[in-house]
């Protein structure tokens, strides 16, 4: 199987062709914030990336595939976690760094565009969906940490605590007019902390469980 019959985000090519790809990728992101999915025109996007059209056509072949390698880009370049020795001090970083993404003025923009399309395009959905569970992969071990020192229930859902956390600023930015900024954040996260503390992520069977926390 050659690069160009696998599906885009796969190859990790290095090179002439890995600029290629960042240059394409670049001018998508760029187009996605600025005008949204609708008009993520693939000739478009190779102008301005000063690429061939038959590069682009025969490498993403279509928008969605496009979004997909965007997406797997940005999921390798993601800050890593920061880690406090803390439930509380980590889960602030990771809704800090979440509420930062989202208010970044090309970044912002490009996620709205990226979950629009996600609504109805199932190829894009499935992108955004491997996008998150490498973020929220990424954070899971503070959590993990977090039930060693005690500080959790036993048997709590790493991967939902997590979720928690940027799940209102999410809700905030796609409802509302209001701003992402640090109480917001600080608000999400200590939400998320004193729900899992009290048990409120601690998976089902556990719960049934004798002594499970209820």
């Known amino acids: 199987m050659t690069a160009e019959e696998m599906d885009p985000g796969t190859v990790r090519p290095g090179g002439r062709t890995a600029r290629v790809r960042s240059a394409v990728l670049r001018a998508a992101g760029d187009l996605l914030a600025e005008a ?14 000063d690429v061939g059209k038959t590069t682009v056509y025969r490498r993403w072949g ?4 496009l979004v997909a390698d965007l997406l797997a880009e940005m999921a390798e370049q993601s800050l890593p976690r920061t880690e406090s020795g803390s439930l509380e001090g980590d889960l602030r970083a990771n809704a800090a760094l979440v509420a930062r993404t989202l208010t970044d003025p090309r970044q912002g923009p490009l996620f709205r ?8 395009d199932p190829r894009t959905a499935a992108a955004l969906h491997r996008f998150y569970a490498v973020r929220v992969a990424e ?11 005690g500080e959790l229930p036993p048997d709590t859902d790493p991967e939902e605590v997590v979720r928690a956390v940027s799940a209102p600023l999410y809700y ?9 900024d640090a109480a917001a954040a600080d608000r999400a996260a200590a939400a998320a ?11 089902t069977a556990a719960r049934g469980a004798p002594g499970a926390v209820t």
Request: some cysteine; proline content about 5%.
């Open 113 to 120: 565009a990226v979950i629009a399309a996600a609504a109805t």
């Open 193 to 203: 902390a004193a729900a899992a503390r009290a048990g409120a992520f601690v998976r």
């Open 36 to 49: 949204g999915f609708d008009r993520l025109d693939l000739a478009e996007v190779a102008r301005r990336a």
């Open 172 to 180: 905030r930015l796609l409802t509302t007019a209001a701003p992402l």
């Open 139 to 149: 954070w899971v071990p503070c959590v993990e940490q977090a039930v060693v020192r």
């Open 62 to 65: 279509t928008p969605a595939g």
